[in-house]
């Protein structure tokens, strides 16, 4: 019995992770926006351009004034848009392997591991009677190690996702996850394939507690207005939705610097761009302002919610056809 919840939410990760990985790249691409790729990408941008006899010289300001005309920065229709024309309909699935293998390892142990726990500390058996504050203890714990589990899996989405938006000298050019958790392995360490853990478990609490939580919490309020009868597709997807909102609010903050955390480059005998994710967080602010840290976020609205409700609603499909098992 104890099995049958990891397999029910496996199968229900799986599906809604490609179903919404486009998204889900679009967001990292965005999460990234406003990140230095490289001491030698900023270099050559040039402020001043005289033309000569011998062509166009560009000569690079000494002290430039980014205030004076910020950059307009792409939203999420643009940046598709521009994946699509740079890499083609095959770059809104750049990654997808690694996000197969994270939803395995990650989201199968959490939604086991939160149906477990549900289960024991209920008084009865379908876990119906369990208080908020304990199904949020249960998100917490489940989440937890989950994302201990998933992180190189994790690790190796994050870099294949973000490859396509630097230049063509500096990309890595993953041929898999597995060949990007080998390569990771090999070249930065094993314990590289944790870089950023503290983050992705900080994360992946906030979002199993938020999710499930609210999901179980929406849905009994829902059938106890309407009725047991109410039990159906619409109660699903309204209870998915809220889920998906709670969480894209909660997760945010931390998401966008997990993303650039996992993604920088650490170069031999220099030191890394960020120290861990505190002066992660506080470069971001200092640079970019606060609101950076809800970069991305109609796009994680725009995953978190269908990725949810797919989720949710297959989650539920699925324990129909195996509640005989």
Known sequence: MGAKGFVEGGIASIVAGCSTHPLDLVKVRLQLQGETLSPAVSAIRPAVAFHGTSGVTAVAHPHPHPALHPP????????????????????????????????????????????LLKKRWSATADGGSLPLRSKIAAGLIAGGIGAAVGNP??????????????????RRNYRSV?????????????????????????????????????YDQ???????????????????????????????????PVDVVKTRVMNMKVEK???????????????????????????GFIPTVSRQGPFTVVLFVTLEQVRKLLKDF
């Open 153 to 170: 899996a994790d690790l190796a989405m994050v870099r294949m996702q973000a490859d396509g938006r630097l230049p063509l000298a500096e």
């Open 269 to 295: 005998g220099a030191p890394p761009p960020y120290a861990g994710a505190m002066d992660c967080a506080l470069k971001t602010v200092k640079a970019e302002g606060p609101m950076a840290l809800y970069k």
């Open 218 to 252: 929406a849905k009994e309020w829902i059938l106890r207005r309407r009725g047991a009868g109410a039990d159906g597709l619409v109660t699903h997807v309204a209870a998915s939705f809220a889920a998906g909102m709670v969480a894209s609010v909660a997760s945010n």
């Open 72 to 115: 307009r920065r792409p939203g999420l229709i643009a940046v598709g848009s521009q994946i699509l024309r740079a890499e083609g309909p095959s770059g809104l699935f750049s990654g997808v392997s690694a996000t197969v293998l994270r939803q395995t390892l990650y989201s199968t142990t959490r939604m086991g591991l939160y149906d």
């Open 178 to 214: 597995l060949d990007a958790i080998g390569r990771m392995a090999r070249q930065e360490g094993v314990a590289s394939l944790w870089r950023g853990s503290s983050l992705t478990v900080n994360r992946a609490m906030i979002v199993t507690a938020s999710q499930l939580a609210t």
